[in-house]
Structure formats: C-alpha cells, structure tokens
C-alpha cells in the first residue's frame, strides 16, 4: 500500500533506522519509521485519504504521524541533513537525499534504509558500513565529531550496545571517552539527559547498561553520587523481579518502570542529594513529588512493617491497607524489592491484588437512606464499611445494612 502511495506521488519512500535494522537482527519491531525523498506531509496525506487513518502533520519539521484506527502509528519524515552549529544544541535542518539523511544518524547499525516503491522494493541501501557492523556486533559512530554533536548519542550508544548484546567499535569507545573527559555532557539540556536516561532505565534489564555508563564515566556525569555497589546491583535484580510480578497480575495500571528503577539507583543518596538530581534532570514535578517527598515516609512505614514483620500475619488486613493507603504501585515496587523481609513482601502483594480495590456494597445514597447524616459522615461510614469487608465481618448486602444500623 505504501508503495502504490510512492509511486502515484512519485518519489522514494524508504522504511529506515531501527526497523531495518531489527529486521536484519530477527527482533521484533513494531516501530516503523518511512523516509520520503520529498514532502513527507503530501505523502502522508494521500496515504490517509485511501486508508482508514488520520495525519498528524509538524509543519514546521515536514513530519507526520500517521495514525490507523486502532491506534497504531507510522512516523513519516522528509529526508533532511542537520548541521549543528555548536556542541549539544539542537541541529539545523535541510532537505536532503537518502544518502545524507543516512549520514546523520547515531551510529552505523541504524543506517539501513529499505527500498518501497514498486520498482526497487526490498532493494537494501548499505552507505556506511551498516551490515558489516551488525556481523560484527559492533556499535560505531559514522564520523569523529559524532558525540560532540550530540552528546545523548553516548548515551545511546551504550543503550544499544547492551540492548543487543554489541560492543563499542575501539575508535568509537575512544571518542566517547575523549568527549566524557571533555565534559560534553554538560551541553545537553536536562530534559533531553533525562529523557536517555528513562529510556535506558525503561529496558528490560536495565544494569547492564547502568553498570557500563559508571564504567564509562557516563553515569558521574548525571549525578556524582550514582554509585554501582552490590546493593544497588541486588535492589536492581529484586525490582526486575517485582516489576516482572506486577506485569503477570495484569492490574490494568501500567507502572513507570523508570520510577522503580530510579529509586533503585538512588538507594544510598540523602533527601537533598535527590532533589538535587531530580532538579538537575528536570525529572517532572508530579514524580519530584513522589522521588523526593513521599519515599522517605514510604520508607518509613516499611520499617515499622518490618519491625512488626513476627506478628505481621495476624494483622487485619484493614490494618495494612491502613498503612499501605496512598502510596503509588511504583514506590511499593520498589520498597518490595527493597526488604529482606518475606511477611512484608506477602502483605504487600496480598494489598496490591486482593485487598486494594475492595469497596462496599453500599454507596453514599443508600447510606443517607438508611438514616446516616450528610456530609463527612457518609465517608467515615463508607472507610468503616471497607474495613469490615477487607476483614471478612461482612460479605453480603444485607451484612452490610446490619452493619449500618448497628
Ligand atoms: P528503539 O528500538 O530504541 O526505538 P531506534 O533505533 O528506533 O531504537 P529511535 O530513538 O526511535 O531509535 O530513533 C529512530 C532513528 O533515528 C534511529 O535509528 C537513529 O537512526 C535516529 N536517531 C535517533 N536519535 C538520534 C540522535 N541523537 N542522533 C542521530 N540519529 C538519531
């Protein structure tokens, strides 16, 4: 389809970067990205008046996103060069052919551009070596002045490396430790730093790479305090786990993996030295919140769980919901992967799937029609009513009626 598409608006269309290159790897992708060697916006455009999407288009960077009904979405770029005017700021862009917009990515790997116009479909297009380095599992920058361009590829760079099992190519780990003695970090913007470091902390497995960014002197670059001891190796592994935990219980509520894992590496740092950081990376306010102000009390309420962990099975389970109220899936992730306690880690998991949603039976109206008060009475009711269901003293409606009147 996509085909017909290019020939009838008659340029080159071309899917490229991590697709093609995933492709050549047998991993599953999903993500595809198409380059057209003109308007990629016209491209769009015809594409979504003979298919069930709708276009996004960006103007102002001759993009769109194409978005199908289901909700699936296909990016479309013009192709472009981009000269970069200083270290670590944003490029400049122009139109360009296959070749040079081949010639602007990160690293060699991402550089295969799949023909899809009907004449030259499936053709591979190899400029710069993208084949070869996949043979040799290589990650290799395409020039010497890559990561001084910018700077978040050496983040990348080791996300890749460690994502696919590569290794750093000697030239290119030479030049990223040549630009990491030379500061080019400090270039980026926060919000582009943080956004590579949630990316990397959203993989799969993300210690590996945690572990090569120390080694690299990349990771002193975003706080100087992020050490990789074995505790924060065995928080990482025991998070993983409980993360993997929550995925099977399919809640319905996805966690920010990232926040976990966050929490993970900031182990050893005071309440000041995490704001620092979270300031630092322009971590955004509604997670400062939880990062800085509510894991110090969370941390707290573990401990007093843990000093009671001997009688903690006799505990109503209204007691542990009392104690657990509030605090989000991330954070008890995280203190769950935290204890050496198995009562805690029981109570916890028993809170998250069984005795978190409960509510009762009864609502704010059937209440008033039994004769309660209005106002911040009913909720007290209501809290009350909870409480005796989550401690099996009610089950049924009438139980709960009685409990009213009562
Ligand atoms: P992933 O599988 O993680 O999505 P990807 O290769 O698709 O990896 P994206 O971040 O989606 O990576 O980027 C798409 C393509 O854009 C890359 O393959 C790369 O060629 C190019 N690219 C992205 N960021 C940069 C960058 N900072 N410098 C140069 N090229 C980049």
Known sequence: QISSVADEVGCSVYAVGGFVRDLLLHKKNLDVDIVVEGNAIDFARRFADQHACRVRAHEKFVTAVVIFDDGYKLDVASTRTEYYLEPGALPNVEEASIKLDLYRRDFTINTLALALNHDSYGELLDYFGAQRDLHDKAIRVLHNLSFVEDPTRMFRAVRFEQRLGFKLGMHTENLLRSAVEMDFVQRVGPLRLFNELTIILNEENPFPAISRLEELGLLACLCDQWRVDARVKESFRQAQKALHW??????????????????CLSQPLSDDAMAAVCGKLSVPQRWQDILVGERCRVMKVFHRLERDQQKLAEYRPSEVSQRLKGIGDEMLLYAMARTHSDAVRLAVSQYLTQWR???????????????????????????????????????SRQDEVDFVRS
């Open 246 to 263: 929550h995925e099977l219980l399919y809640t319905g509520s996805p966690v920010e993996r990232w926040v976990v894992y966050f929490l």
């Open 357 to 395: 949603d409960v509510k009762p039976l009864l609502n704010g109206d059937d209440l008033i029609a039994l004769g309660v008060d209005r106002g911040p009475r009913i909720g007290e009711v209501l809290a009350l009513l909870r409480d005796a269901r989550l401690d099996a003293e009610v089950s």
